[in-house]
Antibody, heavy 117, light 108 residues
Framework: EVQLVESGGGLVQPGGSLRLSCAAS????????MNWVRQAPGKGLEWVAN????????NYLDSVKGRFTISRDNAKNSLYLQMSSLRADDTAVYYC??????????WGQGTPVTVSS | EIVLTQSPGTLSLSPGERATLSCRAS???????LAWFQQKPGQPPRLLID???NRATGIPDRFSGSGSGTDFTLTISRLDPDDFAVYYC?????????FGQGTKVEIK
């Protein structure tokens, strides 16, 4: 059974940094594209970034380029999102989601990030 | 960026009725890489349909997807009480990947 468990969310001040992690199990992690998708309170879904199985290709939402970095450690079956220069509009639940292609087929439960002073 | 516009915003129906949800793309979705997700409060999204018409594993056959190019439809043939939720379409043909704004299916 595919399992994705996010961690690392919390309260951070504007301009601060945070690193999210996602622990994967139940599938061949290195063979999956992995995504971060976020959902602001009471709002819809917004894709943030994805990364190919071997880490060679990465794509980002324009509004996070230069501020967020997606990475993975296939030896640890883990996905990461390093977030810096955080803004109030980055406040959201961040989901880790993966799939054999770009479509996020399986999702974690999410980790909340609040950017506030 | 491909913008996905879903309609209607809210659908008020009774259990047993048929639900038809629309998703229109601002440009053609290559290879029909269009998916539908269901989301209930406090839960992550669940994949229902990918590649426009393929039901994901474990999804009941009352859910069906159709369409191609720029116009896509999710149909729920007979609404079960468990189906009242928010539904999102999603394209994975071009980066940035995008979602529609969602259609809420509520009990009438």
């Amino acid at each position: 059974e595919v399992q994705l468990v996010e961690s690392g969310g919390g309260l951070v001040q504007p301009g601060g940094s945070l690193r999210l992690s996602c622990a994967a199990s139940g599938f061949t992690f290195s063979g999956f594209w992995m995504n971060w998708v976020r959902q602001a309170p009471g709002k819809g879904l917004e894709w943030v970034a994805n990364i190919e199985g071997d880490g060679s290709e990465k794509n980002y939402l324009d509004s996070v380029k230069g501020r967020f970095t997606i990475s993975r450690d296939n030896a640890k079956n883990s996905l990461y999102l390093q977030m810096s220069s955080l803004r109030a509009d980055d406040t959201a639940v961040y989901y880790c989601a993966g799939g054999s292609g770009w479509t996020p087929e399986s999702w974690g439960q999410g980790t909340p990030v609040t950017v506030s002073s | 960026e491909i913008v996905l516009t879903q309609s209607p915003g809210t659908l008020s129906l009774s259990p047993g009725e048929r639900a038809t949800l629309s998703c229109r793309a601002s440009q053609s979705v290559t290879n029909n890489f269009l998916a539908w997700f269901q989301q209930k409060p406090g839960q992550p999204p669940r994949l229902l349909i990918d590649d426009a018409s393929n039901r994901a594993t474990g999804i009941p056959d009352r859910f069906s997807g159709s369409g191609s190019g720029t116009d896509f439809t999710l149909t729920i043939s007979r609404l079960d009480p468990d189906d009242f939720a928010v539904y999102y379409c999603h394209q994975s043909a071009h980066a940035p990947l995008t979602f529609g704004q969602g259609t809420k299916v509520e009990i009438k």
